[in-house]
C-alpha cells in the first residue's frame, strides 16, 4: 500500500491546503497522508480575522518518526509541501524528504513554494523563503511556483513570456525536473496562463480568467495535487499538465456560478478525477 505523505497547511472550513489537495488526491485513486504545518478555523484572507496555531517546533520531524517505525516511510511514492510556517519548518519538511528517500529512493518530492504573489507580495518571514529559495526548492523533483514565487528562486525579474521561459529553463539547471509554472501573470489580462518546463520541452496553456468579486483561496494547491495524482498515474508531464487545468477549471467554474468564494470541489469531484480528453491542451513552445 503506497502514499502519499502531503505536509501542508489545513482550515478547519473552506479548502485551502491540505484541505484543498488531499480529496482531489484521493478522488484520483491515491491514499493521502496528511501532516498539517498550520491548523486554522479558516484560511487568512477573511476580514473577521481567524484562530488556530503553527504546529509547534519538532512535531514535523516527530511525526515523521512514527511513520518510519511503522515502517510507512518506504510506502511513501510522493511527498508535497506546501505552505510552511516557519524556516525551522521548512528545514524539517527538507530532512523528511530526505529520509522517505532513504527508505524509497524512487519517491517523488513535490514542492508548491509558498511565498505570495505579485499582488500580495511576500506573505512568509523572510527565513522560509530564504530557507524555499537556497535549499529546499534545489532538492524538489518537482516545484510548482507562481511568477513571483519563480522570480524570487532564479533571480530573474518576469515580465513577460520570454524571460518567465528564461527562468524555468535556468530552475531545471538548479534541482527540479519539472517546473510548472502555477500562474503566468504577465501573459494575459484576459486569461489564466499556466507553463511548465521539462524533458519533453516547454508547454503553455491557457484558459478564461474567470470574474470572481473575491479571489478563491487555495487555487494554487489544487493545482499541485491535481497535477501530481495524474502524474504519478501516468507518468506523461504533459498530459497531467492538460488535465490539471480541465479539472481546475472546472471547480472555478462550479465556484464562480454559485457566486461563492471557497474552492467548490465536492459538487464537480467527477469532473477532478476524469481522464477524458482534457478541454484545454498544452502548446509546445519552440525555440
Not at 528562486?153 to 531545471?172: M, N, R, V
Amino acid at each position: 500500500m503506497q502514499g502519499i505523505l502531503s505536509i501542508q497547511s489545513h482550515v478547519v472550513y473552506g479548502c485551502a491546503g491540505n484541505s484543498s489537495a488531499v480529496f482531489p488526491l484521493q478522488r484520483l485513486g491515491h491514499i493521502v497522508w496528511p501532516i498539517h504545518t498550520v491548523q486554522f478555523s479558516n484560511h487568512t484572507q477573511y476580514t473577521q480575522g481567524w484562530t488556530g496555531k503553527v504546529m509547534q517546533q519538532g512535531d514535523i520531524t516527530a511525526l515523521a518518526d512514527g511513520l518510519i517505525n511503522i515502517d510507512a516511510a518506504r510506502k511513501v511514492k510522493a511527498v508535497i509541501s506546501g505552505y510552511m510556517g516557519s524556516g525551522v519548518q521548512a528545514d524539517e519538511i527538507l530532512a523528511t524528504v530526505e529520509r522517505v528517500k532513504q527508505h524509497n529512493p524512487q519517491a517523488l518530492y513535490v514542492c508548491d513554494p509558498v511565498m505570495g504573489d505579485p499582488e500580495k507580495g511576500c506573505i512568509v518571514s523572510p527565513e522560509v523563503t530564504e530557507a524555499l529559495c537556497e535549499r529546499v526548492m534545489k532538492k524538489a523533483d518537482i516545484i510548482v511556483p507562481n511568477q513571483f514565487e519563480l522570480a524570487r528562486f532564479t533571480g530573474i525579474e518576469i515580465h513577460d513570456l520570454d524571460s518567465a521561459i528564461e527562468a524555468c529553463q535556468l530552475a531545471l539547471t538548479m534541482g527540479p525536473k519539472i517546473v510548472l509554472v502555477k500562474h503566468l501573470h504577465c501573459a494575459s489580462k484576459q486569461d489564466f496562463t499556466m507553463l511548465m518546463a521539462c524533458d519533453e520541452g516547454l508547454f503553455l496553456i491557457t484558459r478564461p480568467l474567470l470574474d470572481f468579486v473575491r479571489q478563491p483561496v487555495g487555487v494554487g494547491d489544487l493545482i499541485t495535487s491535481i497535477f501530481t495524482g495524474h502524474y504519478l498515474n501516468n507518468n506523461d508531464p504533459v498530459l497531467s499538465f492538460e488535465l490539471c487545468n480541465t479539472a481546475v477549471y472546472s471547480v472555478l467554474k462550479e465556484t464562480a456560478e454559485r457566486n461563492e468564494w471557497e474552492l467548490q470541489i465536492v459538487p464537480v469531484q467527477d469532473a477532478v478525477a476524469s481522464t477524458d480528453e482534457p478541454a484545454f491542451k498544452a502548446q509546445k513552445i519552440e525555440r
